[in-house]
């Protein structure tokens, strides 16, 4: 009986020491919470059908270079001028760097409760309360140095600002949309 069971444990440890094939594990590319998905409501076929034609006529390819540089150009400019409103804790001149939508949603109280329950902020005894309170406990301690290292875009006025770690890994920092002539902040 002791042959069986030793046996059996030796077969059990040959299994389970086999090699695996190593998977890499992705970490998360957005650095601080980004908009939350909403549930979708039903469109109507048309208006599906219009949607699904808009999102296939822009080709990132058709983005020439020259306009390509200028956008990355004028992120790289955006985001260094966020990191010194944000080493001065400046609330009041950040948010207006911020589309409305994004607003809205670092506003809302459901999004501020759940972001709250997060391992850092609930160490710190830190509530978050307001969109001003996003800024001072999120924002400030995670955003103060930021670089810039890539774009790409989504759309003709929307772009994806990128730092890339030193392990050559692009996490996302940004989501930007041109309004009016001007980046904006909308995730």
Known sequence: MKKI?????CISL???SCATADVPVEEPEVLIPSLPVEEAAPVPEEEEHATEVAVETFDPSSITQEIFDEAKNDVQLLIEKLNRIIRNRDYGTWVTYLGQNY?????DPGFLSRLSESARLKNQKIVLGSAEDYFMYVVVPSRAND?????????TNQV????????GQRLILYNL??????????G
Not at 5 to 9: E, F, P, V
């Open 147 to 155: 670089r810039v290292d890539d774009i790409e875009f989504i759309d």
């Open 103 to 107: 607003l809205d949603v670092i506003s």
């Open 5 to 9: 069971y030793g046996m059996i444990i």
């Open 14 to 16: 040959v299994i389970l």
């Open 177 to 186: 949309e041109k309004e009016g002539g001007n980046w904006k902040i909308v």
């Open 160 to 167: 994806k600002a990128f730092t890339i770690t030193s392990k």
